[in-house]
């Protein structure tokens, strides 16, 4: 909640004119608790996860029926059947339900607490792309070390086994694990703005754009012309997909956003090879 009652108000506190960005947050949020705003990245998640699944499920139907041209574009030769997507689907809304969303309403105290504010002058763009550049680079840092664990014999056998239960990926599964999985993985994603804290849009931005990502490298398809190519060191759909075909016993492509530490501790080499290998006998 802002402490302005006029737009008059905001401008002498923030010593400069309100940008049109400025005058959008405070005409819509001023009189919304900060705890609310919060709350509305429960609603973000839920809706993104509901339509960005969508366009990978239509392909996969659409491959299978009126376009079978789309399988050229397919990184596993099998679908995942109506029947497992509904179950999988199921499983996810029972965590977002019963998991994510109370742990969601209870956390707004460490939010306080570390520093995310709702105030005015809203952070320039560039402080928002640095700051998610950084949330990217703690995440996929820790969460490459915690993946790396949960392929231990003890944390799949207990933990990871849900999420490996088939080799064919589909975008609904991205966060379909073990409810204990759903929880430590999550400490990378806040661990971000626990070290660099933002403004609630950067917060609701950053959790948007993970989710995407992970929808995006479960979604089965690889397009050659996808925009996130262009990204340096982006492992994608194709690199995360091989993880999965793998299946448990995989100790390569534990990236969670980019690729690097694969390369630094040498945990990518049987995907290298299989790259090698495709090149190699194209050539013949």
Not at 64 to 70: A, D, I
Not at 115 to 141: C, H, K, N
Not at 150 to 169: C, N, P, R
Request: charged content about 15%; proline content about 6%; overall charge positive.
């Amino acid at each position: 909640m802002l402490p302005f009652s006029t737009f008059e108000e905001a401008e002498m506190a923030v010593e400069r004119n309100l940008t049109t960005a400025d005058a959008l947050w405070f005409r819509y949020t001023a009189a919304i608790p900060d705890s609310c705003l919060f709350y509305l990245n429960a609603v973000f998640l839920f809706v993104i996860f509901n339509t960005a699944t969508v366009p990978s499920l239509l392909l996969s139907v659409l491959g299978q029926t009126t376009f079978p041209y789309l399988r050229r574009f397919k990184l596993q030769p099998s679908f995942t059947t109506l029947p497992v997507a509904f179950r999988i689907y199921k499983s996810v809304m029972k965590t977002f339900i019963f998991l994510l969303l109370p742990l969601q309403l209870s956390s707004y105290p460490l939010i306080k607490y570390i520093g995310i504010r709702t105030s005015l002058p809203l952070p320039s763009l560039w402080e928002v792309l640095a700051q998610i550049t950084v949330y990217f680079m703690i995440e996929d840092y820790l969460n490459y070390w915690m993946h790396r664990w949960l392929h231990t014999k003890w944390a799949y056998k207990h933990i990871h086994y849900k999420h490996h239960e088939s080799i064919t990926v589909t975008s609904l599964a991205a966060p379909y694990a073990h409810w204990l999985e759903v929880l430590l993985l999550g400490i990378p994603s806040f661990a971000g703005p626990a070290f660099v804290p933002g403004h609630m849009v950067t917060i609701w931005l950053w959790f948007a754009l993970r989710q995407l990502e992970a929808i995006e490298t479960h979604c089965g398809f690889d397009f050659p012309w996808w925009p996130t190519k262009l990204i340096p060191f982006y492992a994608g759909s194709e690199y995360h997909d091989y993880h999965h075909f793998v299946g448990g016993k995989s100790q390569n492509n534990f990236a969670s956003v980019f690729t690097y530490c694969d390369y630094i501790y040498g945990t990518n080499k049987g995907y290298r090879f299989k790259k090698r290998y495709e090149a190699a006998s194209k050539n013949q």
